[in-house]
Every structure is written in structure tokens, then in C-alpha cells.
């Protein structure tokens, strides 16, 4: 069985629940939809909300996939499509044979992915997060202690910043806040799966002195489990996604605990310089909340 065929099953079982399977499966979960939005399915793994039409469309396009490529492979190997077609490309492994025009909206519904997702949808349409801009580098700034600028301010106001030179957490490098040097320590890339196309609410977060990314220790579930550097395999422990704060600022959940990045203070207030970061229970502390700022 082709893995578009496997798609195709799963898309039609969801389809016979009623399409509110999508949202209902995770209802709190960082990919699901705002209401009047449903999952788009392209391939199994496929979370950008869309309109229920074009999931419609994508079931469609999948049950003829096989009928549109060409049956002696071509330029592009066995995925090649008859002429007429092109590959829809809602994620990095989609490569079923769609209208040109279908292939356009999917690319446009990839680009509003973050307006539909209920944990990232923004209402002051600021501080922009990096689903289009992948490969942008950002410093990833806490709250300052004393009075601040919005979070759609440019600069990191005076306040802290993540440093992946932090202390070592027994054989791996810890991590922390700290004053901003303009040290690759302190810029980070936010890496999509696949680093192509925002199919759904999860990054690694990669420091642009060692390539490393950030992971809790472990893959540990309890609060106050260090954050330290280690392998960017997309392993449990190193992946992320973005919940924003009612004050604007942003949360950055571990995605196999769904516990918050945190700078380590216990009044959950502006953290001291030099505090490490830890995973802990999501409380929109003062310590918990970030601001991406983009760098050269």
C-alpha cells in the first residue's frame, strides 16, 4: 500500500466522523483549529486548517493520485506527474498530482497556517513568528523586570535573552538568560520538520553557535527538568510550538510534555540574569513568556 493510499484512508475516516474529529482529537493540542477550520490532511501528518471544502478537495485528489502520475516514472522518478499536473506540496512529502490551482491554494493556506491555529492565532496581528520565515534568525528575549515596550517592540529592551552557553547539566550543556552580547549563543533558528512548508505548530529550536538545539534534558515529564543543548533529531525532549499569551508575549511548549520554557524563578516573576531554564507547568508566569526578535 502506497503511502498516499494510507493517507487517503486515514483522510476518509476522518471524513466519516464528520471532519470534527480534527479539532476534537486534540482540543487543547497545539494544531487545532480555530472554529470554522478543519484539518487539511494532505498526508497523515498534514495539520494546516483549512476550510472544510478543501479538505473535500484534498480526498478527492488523493483517491486519483495513482492515476495521475506517470506509469513510467520520468525526469522526477516514480512520483513524475502526467502532463497537466503538478505536485501539491502541502508538506514536504506531498507529491500527489493535483491542478496547478490546487497547488497554488495549498501553498496559500500553508501561509495563513499560524491565523487558524488556536494557539498561535494573534489578535493584534504583532510579533511576528517565524512559520514564513524560516530562514530568519532570532534572539529570543524575556520580559525585562522594570516597565518594557510592547511585545512588537524590535529591540530586547534591556531585559534578558537565551543563551545556549549556559552551565554544564551533568554531560550536556545547560542553558540560561542573560544580558544580550550579539553572541551566536544568543541567535536561534526556528526549524520546521522538513524545513520547508508550516504544515504544523512545531520547530526545533537551533543556536547558531554549535547547530545544536534546545531539548529537555531526558525527555523528562516533571516540572523543573533542565533545558539543555542536544541533538537536533527531532527527538522527544527537542521539539517545540508557540502558544501566545493573553499579554502578548509568546509560550514555548515542549510538545511531548506540553510544559512551558522557563527561566528559573520560584515567584514565577522576571527571572535574575543568569537564571537556567527549566520545563514547567504553563502558568503565563512572568518567566515563561518570550518575544522574537529578528537579527542579522
Not at 480526498?59 to 525526469?75: M, T
Not at 513568528?129 to 524560516?134: A, M, T, V
Not at 526549524?191 to 545544536?212: P, T, Y
Not at 533529531?233 to 508575549?249: I, P
Request: charge should be negative.
Amino acid at each position: 500500500m502506497t503511502r498516499h493510499r494510507v493517507a487517503v484512508i486515514a483522510a476518509l475516516v476522518l471524513a466519516a466522523a464528520g471532519l470534527g474529529t480534527a479539532q476534537g482529537a486534540t482540543p487543547q493540542g497545539p494544531d487545532s483549529c480555530v472554529e470554522g477550520y478543519v484539518w487539511r490532511l494532505a498526508t497523515p501528518e498534514d495539520h494546516v486548517c483549512v476550510d472544510p471544502a478543501v479538505h473535500d478537495q484534498v480526498v478527492e485528489d488523493n483517491s486519483h493520485a495513482d492515476e495521475r502520475r506517470s506509469p513510467n516514472g520520468g525526469p522526477y522518478g516514480p512520483a513524475t506527474c502526467l502532463q497537466g499536473w503538478v505536485w501539491r506540496e502541502g508538506t514536504p512529502d506531498d507529491l500527489t498530482c493535483v491542478d496547478p490551482e490546487v497547488r497554488s491554494q495549498a501553498w496559500q493556506d500553508n501561509s495563513e497556517a499560524p491565523d487558524r491555529w488556536t494557539a498561535t492565532a494573534r489578535s493584534d496581528g504583532g510579533n511576528a513568528h517565524p512559520f514564513l520565515y524560516p530562514d530568519t534568525t532570532y534572539t529570543i528575549a524575556g520580559r525585562p523586570a522594570a516597565a518594557s515596550p510592547t511585545p512588537n517592540a524590535d529591540a530586547t529592551g534591556g531585559g534578558l535573552v537565551i543563551d545556549a552557553q549556559g552551565a554544564p547539566v551533568e554531560d550536556a550543556t545547560g542553558t540560561k538568560v542573560a544580558r544580550a552580547s550579539d553572541t551566536d549563543s544568543q541567535r536561534f533558528q526556528f526549524v520546521r520538520r522538513g524545513d520547508l512548508k508550516a504544515h504544523e505548530n512545531a520547530f526545533q529550536i537551533r543556536d547558531r553557535a554549535s547547530g545544536r538545539c534546545l531539548t529537555v534534558a531526558q525527555a523528562g515529564q516533571s516540572n523543573g527538568t533542565r533545558v539543555v543543548m542536544g541533538d537536533c533529531d527531532w527527538s522527544e525532549g527537542a521539539v517545540w510550538s508557540l502558544w501566545t499569551q493573553k499579554d502578548g508575549y509568546w509560550q514555548l511548549r515542549s510538545r511531548h510534555s506540553n510544559k512551558c520554557l522557563t527561566a528559573h524563578n520560584p515567584l514565577f516573576i522576571a527571572p535574575p540574569p543568569g537564571a537556567y531554564l527549566e520545563q514547567w507547568t504553563c502558568l503565563d508566569g512572568k518567566n515563561q513568556g518570550w518575544r522574537l526578535v529578528p537579527v542579522q
